[in-house]
């Protein structure tokens, strides 16, 4: 699995995870200018990078991914961090939970579903990080 991480998450994460072997893109890193998309936006952007996307917006994101299910799209999945969980600042720990996550599910298309349905949210990581998608009901 790919990731993009939005703009709540440090570039920082981008960087250890790549030095894990994994293949992620962070909102924040000096060298992207993304920082300013909508998160709807940000969601189309990650779906033509072929990423999940990660957030700790659950507020917005998860309105969008149900949204997005009710009319057909279908994005590449999205991964929400609890902010009482996993505070913003532990950033050793987000990539800790995140690359156990890539490494459980290695596939680029693991978080998909197709067609696209309801949302039904699915627990991950010891319900630290929340997985919402299109996924089947």
Known sequence: MRLWLDEMIPGEVARQLRRLGHD??????????????????????SVCEGRAIVSYNLRDFVPLSRQWAETGKVHMGIVLVHPRTVPPGEIGELVRRLAALLDAHPEDDALKADPPALLKPRLFLDANVLFASSSRP
């Open 24 to 45: 992620v893109q962070a909102v924040q890193e000096p060298e992207r200018r993304w920082a300013c998309l909508e998160d709807a936006e940000q969601l189309e952007t």
